[in-house]
């Protein structure tokens, strides 16, 4: 691939049929030591820029909070045993039980050990909620009853075959940028209807993104809802994890909503040094840390992870994006804070040694700063939309020398031939990369 390779489409996991590819091409480290200079100073800026304390319900248990923060501790060895085996279920590939519980057995079969099953997409909800209305996918309209819960069923199926259910939830973007949010059946309405003035904007007051309408992380509002949301959930299913995507701004350009730029005032009138991109960096770094707090308080054992832009900073000598810097995403950073458990990179592209999007090398860049917490290789099912197992096996081999695990983008295309889903696994003659079945590593801060 050429060095434009690193512009992935500004989407992730949640791409659907289409081949969705985040990208972090960071500038190795040096991001991450200017944000750690600059989080002290924003702590104060962020309670004078109007970002208010983290919802009811979301403060870490004081009984295992140094437990849980403990991000000093020896890292998890990457030879431990066991693999986290993942695969990503979009929204797009389910409207019946029938089709999501066929996927879920295809993926035991499999020998995978986890599946990440979207259950958020667009400010909509794929189970009961008590603060979002029902998605219009599973009925046509939105708000109403499907008659049938999908990640309840998803719990249940994933279970009973001894698998982990991550619920993948879609945090920042908030409604498809082709249509005007409707009104819900129902008396839960969608966010963005009911609180217009939390869209994410541009310098005009408009969003120009041609996917989504995203929320904005500066508004202390946006950032309780979703934090009561996430609760919410945590609360009523026996999730295995919260697995947030689109953990993210569309752009450099964003919000520039009239709450988020006072609040930037005031903070530069504090520190002039602050510049933009570390100040909105810092609004999504407190929206991760109320997160990870409703996950303690709420459903300890649950991990936390995040599918994030596959570059983080660029590979010397490339001009890729980076997640870092174009996208306002400090996911390492999230590790060195311990807010976050384990990170989901999307290198969505080939091994292919010198390349700018090399896959082993971008993932290289993430599990050699990881610290004490895990990574779990993300890789596309397809090499330039084409199926070739050879170089799926390179990538999960290389994943179990240096991650600990992986998960494969997605569900669809291994659904377009199911004799995909037995490539993992093979035969007695000819084993496959889950002849034998593994256990998802253990966490020692969980």
Not at 10 to 22: H, I, K, L
Not at 209 to 231: K, L, M, N, Q
């Amino acid at each position: 691939m050429s060095t434009i390779g690193c512009i992935q489409s500004a989407s992730g996991p949640a791409s659907g049929a289409r081949n969705r590819v985040e990208s972090h091409c960071p500038t190795r480290g040096r991001g991450r030591a200017r944000s750690s200079r600059v989080r002290a100073a924003i702590g104060l800026c962020i309670a004078l820029a109007a970002c208010s304390t983290p919802a009811a319900g979301t403060e870490p248990d004081p009984g295992v909070a140094d437990a849980q923060l403990d991000h000093d501790a020896a890292p998890d060895a990457a030879g431990a045993p066991g693999e986290l085996r993942g695969v990503w279920i979009t929204r797009f590939s389910y409207t019946t039980r029938a089709q999501l519980e066929t996927i879920i057995d295809r993926a035991a079969a499999a020998n995978f050990n986890a599946v990440f099953v979207q259950i958020r997409g667009e400010g909509d909800a794929y189970y009961r909620s008590a603060h979002e209305p029902w998605a219009k996918r599973l009925t046509g309209t939105l708000g109403r009853d499907p008659g049938w819960d999908p990640l309840q069923v998803a719990i249940d199926r994933a279970h009973g075959h001894g698998m982990q259910l991550h619920a993948y939830f879609n945090v920042l973007s908030a409604w498809s940028a082709a249509t005007a949010v409707p009104q819900a059946e129902g008396t839960t309405q969608h966010a963005l209807r009911t609180n217009p003035s939390w869209l994410a904007v541009i310098a005009n007051g408009t969003s120009t993104d041609t996917e989504y309408r995203w929320f904005s992380p500066g508004i202390p509002a946006v950032r309780a809802h979703i934090v009561a949301t996430a609760t919410d959930l945590l609360a009523n299913y026996a999730v295995d994890g919260l697995h947030l995507d689109r953990i993210r701004m569309p752009g450099t350009a964003y919000s520039k909503d009239v709450i988020t730029v006072a609040a930037y005032d005031a903070a530069r009138a504090i520190n002039a040094s602050l510049t933009w991109a570390d100040f909105m960096r810092a609004q999504i770094d407190q929206l991760v840390a109320e997160l990870h707090a409703a996950v303690v308080a709420t459903r300890p054992t649950a991990i936390l992870s995040a599918a994030v832009w596959g570059i983080y900073d660029r590979l010397p000598g490339c001009t890729t994006s980076q997640g870092f810097a174009d996208y306002f995403q400090d996911s390492l950073g999230w590790l060195d804070a311990g807010t976050m458990d384990a990170l989901v990179p999307m290198i969505y592209w080939s091994i292919e040694p010198g390349a700018c999007t090399d896959w082993t090398a971008l993932l290289d860049s993430f599990t050699t700063r990881r610290g004490s917490r895990h990574i779990w290789a993300g890789m596309n099912a397809l090499d330039d939309s084409a199926w070739d197992f050879s170089q799926v096996r390179s990538r999960v081999l290389r994943a179990r020398d240096v991650a600990q695990g992986l998960v494969v983008y997605a569900s669809a295309y291994l659904d377009a031939d199911p004799a995909r889903w037995d490539a993992f696994l093979g035969t007695a003659v000819e084993p496959g990369v889950f002849f034998e079945p593994a256990a998802v590593p253990a966490m020692s801060w969980k």
